[in-house]
């Protein structure tokens, strides 16, 4: 609103005043009774004559403003946090009766390791109301309890040292039968003399008894 930028950027008695009326046509008397008060302070200081006027708003207004009062039990963990409407209610405000505006109030209670509780509470023009909360259900952590890895024994260790010997030499006699074994399926070579094939056994050279001694020259 025009008025709040106001009232933000240059603070003014009357901008306060006519910030109020807005508020209270709107129905949050509570932001109204708080803008009566701003202006009362206001005027104190600068010695306004309106302060008689602003008095009488504030009066009117705050026997309109709805009180809530919210109390934590006592058996609520320490360092449980209360908030209503996503604002902080802190400690000391606790256990006294706040103004609130006409509606309704979502209370929420949060603790470390607990889930979140909601409270809703609906509020009328001059009522007063007092809502006790608590804490939601406990969560299970998800931490572990040890997370210190457990220690090994010489024993298990030599046990498997042993295994991975045991493995390594499996793997060495299998890869040497696996090499027989391609060696032993592999097709005969061919015998290569000037650019022709011929069988192995052609290429095989006569024995000495079986060649005539004239000719073992030829071969030679």
Do not use: Y
Not at 70 to 78: D, E, G, H, K, Q
């Amino acid at each position: 609103m025009k008025f709040a930028e106001s009232a933000r950027l240059d603070a003014k008695v009357g901008t306060f005043l006519n910030l109020l009326e807005c508020e209270e046509r709107l129905g949050r008397i509570s932001s109204a009774r708080q803008n009566a008060q701003r202006a009362i302070d206001l005027a104190k200081a600068q010695g306004d004559d309106r302060l008689g006027l602003a008095r009488d708003r504030f009066a009117a207004l705050d026997r309109r403003a709805p009180r809530l009062t919210a109390r934590l039990v006592s058996s609520a963990p320490t360092g449980a946090h209360v908030s209503r409407d996503n604002v902080d209610v802190g400690p000391g405000s606790l256990g006294t009766p706040l103004p609130v505006e006409p509606g309704e109030h979502v209370i929420v209670v949060q603790a470390t390791n607990r889930s979140d509780r909601s409270f809703r509470v609906t509020m009328a023009e001059g009522e007063t109301k007092t809502i006790d909360v608590d804490v939601g259900a406990e969560v299970p952590s998800t931490t572990p309890a040890n997370t210190r890895p457990q220690a090994v024994e010489k024993g298990s260790m030599h046990r498997v040292r042993e295994l991975g010997r045991c493995l390594r030499r499996r793997r060495e006699v299998s890869g040497r039968q696996e090499r027989r074994e391609a060696v032993r399926r592999r097709p005969h070579r061919e015998c290569v003399i000037e650019r022709r094939s011929f069988p192995k056994e052609a290429c095989a050279l006569p024995s000495a008894k079986g060649v005539d001694r004239s000719r073992r020259h030829e071969i030679a």
